[in-house]
Nanobody
Framework: QVQVVESGGGLVQAGGSLRLSCTAS????????MGWFRQAPGKEREGVSC????????YYADSVKGRFTISRDNAKNTLYLQMNSLKPEDTAMYYC????????????????????WGQGTQVTVSS
């Protein structure tokens, strides 16, 4: 049974940090690219960051470049998102997703490329 479970969300003041984790099971984690997406109230879901199978390649939305860092530990079947210098506009439900194979650089955030999704973890940044 495939499971993708996010954790680490919470309430933080602007300028603070949070580390999200995503633990996966039921599939060959190291055969899947992993991504973080987010959805703010009243807005469409958007891609935040993506990482290749080995972790050698990482991709970021312009809005989080320089502040967020994605990483993965294939031995632990776990994906991470270190979020620093958080802003109120980062407030959203954050989702972890897994897509088979390495991501295509042209469309790393194309949701149809992702096969498995978690239920999300809420991040709220107060001003």
């Amino acid at each position: 049974q495939v499971q993708v479970v996010e954790s680490g969300g919470g309430l933080v003041q602007a300028g603070g940090s949070l580390r999200l984790s995503c633990t996966a099971s039921g599939f060959a984690f190291d055969d899947f690219a992993m991504g973080w997406f987010r959805q703010a109230p009243g807005k469409e879901r958007e891609g935040v960051s993506c990482i290749s199978l080995s972790g050698a390649s990482t991709y970021y939305a312009d809005s989080v470049k320089g502040r967020f860092t994605i990483s993965r530990d294939n031995a632990k079947n776990t994906l991470y998102l270190q979020m620093n210098s958080l802003k109120p506009e980062d407030t959203a439900m954050y989702y972890c997703a897994a897509g088979y194979g390495d991501p295509y650089p042209r469309d790393v955030f194309e949701e149809t490329n992702f096969d498995y999704w978690g239920q999300g973890t809420q991040v709220t940044v107060s001003s």
